[in-house]
């Protein structure tokens, strides 16, 4: 069964990097793509990148363009996420999610169960 | 740049049907997708592509499009079904998610 594990969150001052996880297993990892999805407290789900299931195509939403790098480790079955200049308007949980099969119009369809992020002084 | 609105509360009696409303503009030419996200909890995919349920996904669970306006629908709801609900497309290279809405069983 399909099993989604992040890591990495923590509290960081704002403009540091943080490194985000998550250990896949119960799939073909390299056979699909993969998602970020943040959600800060209280609020509604946000989109924050796909990678394609090579890694040859990442897409990311404009509020984390050119800050934020979705990759794939295949070697390990980890999806990650690097965060550079991090914003306290970045507080959030990051969760990660499959791309269903059938593409990008078929919906995220299995969710890791998040990890926060907290930007703060 | 593309937007889904949802209403942001909806309530039903227990054993009624729901329906929660998605619109935007040119989603009558995309897929929509529907999640439920309960307190504390991951959200759970249960439409994709307009009206697809993902195995195991309950049959009163269904979705529709008309026009610019997708639609999921909960009949028979229960109790458990207390949740938010959020929309999704896929537009030009963007996930984009509705707003979220709110449904109370009263």
């Known amino acids: ?121 | 740049s593309f937007e889904l609105t949802q209403p942001p509360s909806v309530s039903v009696s227990p054993g009624q049907t729901a329906t929660i409303t998605c619109s935007g503009d040119t989603l009558g030419y995309k897929y929509a997708s529907w999640y439920q996200q309960k307190p504390g909890q991951s959200p759970v995919l249960v439409i994709y592509q307009d009206t697809k349920r993902p195995s195991g996904m309950p049959e009163r669970f269904s979705g529709s499009k008309s026009g610019n306006t997708a639609s999921l629908t909960i009949s028979g709801t229960q109790a458990m079904d207390e949740a938010d609900y959020y929309c999704q497309a896929w537009d030009s290279g963007t996930v984009v998610f509705g707003g979220g809405t709110k449904l109370s069983v009263l």
Request: glycine share 14%.
């Open chain 1, 1 to 121: 069964q399909v099993q989604l594990v992040e890591s990495g969150g923590g509290v960081v001052q704002p403009g540091r990097p943080l490194r985000l996880s998550c250990a896949a297993s119960g799939f073909p990892f390299s056979d699909y793509g993969m998602h970020w999805v943040r959600q800060a407290p209280g609020k509604g789900l946000e989109w924050v990148a796909l990678i394609s299931y090579d890694g040859g195509n990442k897409f990311y939403a404009d509020s984390v363009k050119g800050r934020f790098t979705i990759s794939k480790d295949f070697s390990r079955d980890t999806l990650l996420l690097q965060m550079n200049g991090l914003r306290p308007e970045d507080t959030a949980v990051y969760f990660c999610a499959t791309q269903n099969y059938g593409g990008n119009t078929a919906g995220l369809n299995s969710w890791g169960q998040g990890t926060l992020v907290t930007v703060s002084s």
